[in-house]
């Protein structure tokens, strides 16, 4: 079977995430380091030879992968399948007024409760349903091929797990898998069950930028 490489990509710094705030599905824009951090990753990634671009449709996953779709002479295919976690009553708020206004909501997100619907939101399983479905139409499509998807803390911690055999039907709740602004996860799918883990948060490309709290596994 032909070797396919995947790269997840978080996107840039958001203005929301600059104030701390949840982004859910808001349309928030990159901010100015966030911009600078999309370009160096576009570099970083364009030496790959990437061969097709997706990315989750919200505005901050859009501007992180136009670098690279502008380098590579590539269209990005945007899609729902691959938005954050809808956060519902939580969108916009900062994570103490969270906690203060909807501790339910709050502490069941925080604690990774799969199953846990946010009130007017979603839960990680629905989450995890929609991404991984995408997730598995672009290996039938671009099987052999290099493949970048930009996407959103939440959703490639889950598509991490899914990919690392690490959830299941039965989980109830998961650790945190950190992805920093711009921090790439890669893999080679070798086949249903031979998937190689090249590297989680890789953000050696940032260094210029972040100094020396980037590194490739954090």
Not at 31 to 48: I, M, N
Not at 131 to 151: D, N, P, Y
Not at 168 to 181: G, M
Request: aromatic residues 8%; charged residues 20%; glycine residues 8%.
């Amino acid at each position: 079977m032909p070797v396919t490489r995947l790269y997840l990509i978080r996107h840039g710094q958001s203005a929301g995430n600059a104030e701390g705030r949840f982004g859910g599905h808001s349309p928030t824009p990159l901010s100015e380091l966030g911009f600078e951090q999309a370009k160096l990753a576009a570099q970083a990634l364009a030496k790959e030879k990437i061969q097709a671009i997706y990315s989750s449709d919200l505005l901050r996953a859009v501007q992180t992968a136009e670098p690279l779709a502008k380098l590579l002479d590539l269209p990005i295919i945007k899609t729902s399948a691959f938005r954050e976690r809808h956060v519902g009553v939580l969108e916009g708020l900062t994570f103490d007024e969270s906690k203060a206004a909807f501790p339910r909501d709050y502490y069941a997100l925080v604690n990774r409760n799969v199953n846990h619907v946010i009130t007017e939101g979603e839960s990680y399983s629905d989450l995890l349903q929609r991404a991984t479905g995408a997730l598995k139409e672009i290996f039938r499509i671009h099987q052999g091929e290099k493949i970048a998807v930009f996407s959103h803390t939440g959703a490639i911690c889950f598509l991490t797990l899914y990919l690392l055999g690490a959830i299941h039907p039965k989980t109830k709740t998961t650790p945190w898998l950190v992805t920093s602004n711009c921090g790439i996860n890669r893999f080679e799918i070798r086949g249903r069950n031979n998937i190689r883990v090249l590297a989680i948060n890789d953000t050696r490309h940032l260094h210029n930028i972040t100094g020396n709290d980037s590194f490739a596994a954090r």
